[in-house]
């Protein structure tokens, strides 16, 4: 046994590896710099993270069982175990992700996860140079990438949909339009329709529980801000229902 370890070959890292890694940032992040300008929820920070989480799982899978396969003399395959991880990741990351009215929380956590098991996994398989470099890049996008988001152009010329739905007689209508018109969104058009009643959860002074009438205002939006952030603010206006948004051409996807 002494001897079969002492003839083991190492595993492969180095340089190469390394720069294999630098290019899946590079190129993950160009594509999250793209989704950002779009004003998508998963954006610059979560597609580099799981850009780069993806290629340190094939660059375990391609060199970190070297020390351990021989022909005719152990037959396995560890990088199984590679995938099991990826898939048992994936599924905690989605414990992680939810959606408030159509407002996405958690993507970039449940892709952080995703990176930290895989530098786990690299320090298990002997690759620590790798593992080092992937916790490096992890702290450049948590730290760096917040403020180069809020230096992209996002692109004024997406026209997103909004419906927001409230309690009628209220004068709610009015504080939506001046959210919307303060963070810097240009409105192209506007329409109302009663859209159905809902029961009070609390009944009136007069101790009465009568059905009350809601509205749905959809408005079109344009403008270099957020949606995601614009959509996010509505949902905390008071009396507001729900708040729906989305691109207006959606097979752009």
């Known amino acids: 046994m002494n001897s079969f370890l002492a003839t083991s070959p190492p595993n492969i890292e180095g340089w190469l590896q390394i720069s294999e890694l630098g290019v899946a940032f590079l190129l993950s992040m160009m594509i999250g710099v793209e989704r950002e ?3 998508k929820s998963a954006g610059l920070r979560t597609h580099t993270l799981v850009g780069v989480g993806a290629a340190l799982f094939m660059l375990i899978s391609k060199y970190g069982f070297n020390d351990v396969l021989r022909p005719g003399l152990v037959e396995l395959d560890p990088s199984r175990m590679a995938a099991q991880i990826v898939s048992g990741v994936g599924f905690l990351g989605a414990g992680l992700i939810f959606v408030r009215r159509d407002s996405v929380r958690g993507l970039t956590t449940a892709a952080a ?3 930290t098991a895989a530098v786990g996994a690299a320090c298990g398989a002997g690759l620590p140079i790798l593992a080092c470099a992937a ?4 702290f450049i996008v948590a730290v760096t990438f917040p403020a180069l988001t809020n230096r992209l152009p996002h692109a004024s010329t997406v026209m997103s949909v909004i419906r927001v739905r409230y309690p009628e007689g209220q004068g709610i209508l009015r504080d939506v339009l001046r959210l919307a018109t303060t963070r810097g969104f240009t409105l192209s058009e506007i329409s109302t329709e009663s859209d159905g009643y ?7 002074a007069d101790g009465s529980n009568n059905e009350v009438a809601m509205v749905s205002v959809t ?21 507001v229902d729900a708040v729906l948004a989305d691109d207006v051409d959606s097979n752009a996807e």
């Not at 809902?198 to 009136?204: F, G, V």
């Open 219 to 239: 408005l079109q939006v344009r403008g270099r801000a957020l949606v995601n952030d614009l959509v996010a603010a509505l949902t905390e206006l008071k009396g």
């Open 198 to 204: 809902r029961r009070p959860q609390h009944a009136s």
């Open 113 to 115: 996860v995703w990176v």
């Open 37 to 39: 300008i779009r004003q």
């Open 135 to 138: 916790t490096v890049i992890y």
